[in-house]
């Protein structure tokens, strides 16, 4: 065994998270032995993960794993492992729409889609919750174009869009929109919405929680009391969705709503779910937004929503706005979200190699 292995990766900013993408083939095919080189990789369990490309941050500790795909109705599979940061564990039950925005990129890049014209359309199969996504990716001369003028929330700078078309996504964990049965009901005295929408979350009203909905990540990360609330409740959640115990694990997550304030559809706060997200996930901001134009859920009072089937919802966070293009169907406990759709971006910071102790294959 050689004192160290070198895997080759992209590191990639992928919307407003960041981590290596890998050829799914370069990992071990075992999971136990692929779980202990991605925590080698980033440097888990560590608080500073000094040790590993990790950031110290959820957003920052995260990795995509790519392959071509055997299925006629995609180009490519993708695979997302969120990697503690204190803990030795990879969590490969929820997906990314942050980092999903760099996987249509990674495959031309790595050669797994040919870039064709201005537009390259990669279809990505989400194998973690069976969903497809349609990435319309900017390419110039076979290569990915990176610079353009499109801002996302989060990020600094510009660059270029990648629209992110989501399909399948109704039930991705549990197989249905609410996976109770009810639009709204009670834990522990506080009224919750359980959807699950690309991810299962637990949506309540800020209010309900004694907070606002406006505070900062840093404001609410600091009220550990409330943090210990919130996770009593999810816990339930996790246990009515049919998820089993979900303590250690990253889903369901969770939301809290408030009205809009600067002219969106409803303003939220999401967590990730030990710590407040900086700006809104992607896949968050889908089952936010399907919350949204709910009738009979928690988000009634709150949310301004828009009229139709087919309607932009903007809903506002900590660092700005997401907005998600949603096709839905039907209301109430029959609606079904057709699709989503978004505007991510992403960029290649590094190729080449991260190595990993030989000793975490023996």
Same mark, same amino acid.
């Given at each position: &065994?050689?004192?160290?292995?070198?895997?080759?990766?992209?590191?990639?900013?992928?919307?407003?998270?960041k981590g290596?993408y890998?050829?799914?083939s370069? !990992?071990?095919?075992d999971?136990?032995?692929?779980?202990?080189?991605? %925590?080698?990789? &980033?440097g888990?369990?560590?608080?500073?993960?000094?040790?590993?490309?990790? @950031?110290?941050?959820?957003?920052t500790?995260?990795?995509? &794993?790519?392959?071509?795909s055997?299925?006629?109705?995609?180009?490519?599979?993708?695979?997302f492992?969120?990697? %503690?940061?204190?803990?030795?564990?990879?969590?490969t039950?929820?997906?990314?729409?942050?980092m %999903?925005?760099?996987?249509?990129?990674?495959a031309?890049?790595?050669?797994?889609?040919?870039?064709t014209?201005?537009?390259?359309?990669?279809?990505?199969?989400?194998?973690?919750?069976?969903?497809?996504?349609?990435?319309?990716?900017?390419?110039r001369?076979?290569?990915?174009v990176?610079?353009?003028?499109?801002e996302?929330?989060?990020?600094?700078?510009?660059?270029a869009?990648?629209?992110?078309?989501f399909?399948?996504? #109704?039930?991705?964990?549990?197989?249905?929109?609410l996976?109770?049965?009810?639009?709204?009901?009670?834990i522990?005295?506080?009224?919750?919405?359980? +959807?699950?929408?690309? +991810?299962?979350?637990?949506?309540?009203?800020a209010?309900?929680?004694?907070?606002t909905?406006?505070? #900062?990540?840093?404001e609410?990360?600091?009220?550990?009391?409330?943090?210990?609330? %919130?996770?009593?409740?999810?816990?339930?959640?996790?246990?009515r969705?049919?998820?089993?115990? +979900?303590?250690?694990?990253?889903?369901?997550?969770?939301?809290?709503?408030?009205?809009?304030?600067?002219g969106?559809?409803?303003?939220?706060?999401?967590?990730?779910?030990?710590?407040?997200?900086?700006?809104?996930?992607?896949?968050?901001? #889908?089952?936010?937004a399907s919350?949204a134009? !709910?009738?009979?859920?928690?988000?009634?009072?709150?949310?301004?929503?828009?009229?139709?089937?087919?309607?932009?919802?903007?809903i506002?966070h900590p660092?700005?706005?997401?907005? +998600?293009?949603?096709? #839905?169907?039907?209301?109430?406990? *029959?609606?079904?979200?057709?699709?989503? @759709?978004?505007i991510?971006?992403?960029?290649?910071?590094?190729? *080449?190699?991260?190595?990993?102790?030989?000793?975490? !294959?023996?």
């Amino acid at each position: &065994m050689t004192d160290q292995i070198a895997i080759p990766c992209i590191v990639m900013r992928g919307g407003s998270s960041k981590g290596p993408y890998f050829r799914l083939s370069d !990992l071990p095919a075992d999971k136990e032995a692929r779980a202990r080189v991605l %925590l080698a990789a &980033m440097g888990s369990p560590d608080a500073r993960q000094i040790d590993g490309l990790g @950031g110290a941050d959820p957003l920052t500790s995260k990795v995509a &794993m790519v392959a071509p795909s055997e299925r006629d109705d995609a180009d490519v599979d993708y695979h997302f492992a969120q990697v %503690l940061i204190d803990k030795a564990f990879v969590d490969t039950n929820p997906s990314c729409g942050n980092m %999903l925005s760099g996987v249509g990129p990674f495959a031309i890049e790595s050669g797994m889609v040919a870039a064709t014209g201005s537009e390259t359309r990669v279809r990505i199969y989400e194998a973690n919750t069976g969903s497809r996504i349609e990435a319309v990716v900017q390419t110039r001369d076979g290569k990915v174009v990176y610079d353009g003028d499109a801002e996302i929330a989060g990020v600094p700078g510009t660059a270029a869009p990648v629209r992110l078309n989501f399909m399948d996504i #109704t039930g991705s964990k549990t197989g249905a929109l609410l996976p109770t049965g009810k639009v709204r009901e009670e834990i522990d005295g506080v009224e919750v919405t359980l +959807v699950d929408v690309s +991810v299962p979350m637990m949506m309540i009203r800020a209010a309900d929680l004694g907070k606002t909905g406006y505070e #900062t990540p840093a404001e609410l990360n600091a009220d550990t009391a409330f943090f210990a609330r %919130l996770e009593s409740l999810r816990l339930e959640a996790g246990r009515r969705m049919g998820l089993g115990d +979900v303590t250690g694990k990253v889903i369901p997550k969770v939301a809290i709503l408030s009205a809009p304030r600067d002219g969106g559809n409803i303003s939220a706060r999401y967590f990730v779910p030990d710590k407040t997200h900086a700006a809104m996930a992607v896949t968050g901001g #889908t089952c936010i937004a399907s919350v949204a134009v !709910l009738e009979g859920s928690v988000s009634d009072g709150l949310a301004q929503r828009p009229e139709g089937d087919d309607r932009m919802v903007v809903i506002e966070h900590p660092a700005g706005v997401l907005e +998600v293009a949603l096709t #839905t169907s039907g209301s109430g406990t *029959g609606m079904d979200v057709v699709s989503a @759709g978004v505007i991510r971006t992403a960029r290649k910071l590094m190729a *080449g190699e991260v190595f990993v102790p030989g000793a975490v !294959l023996a």
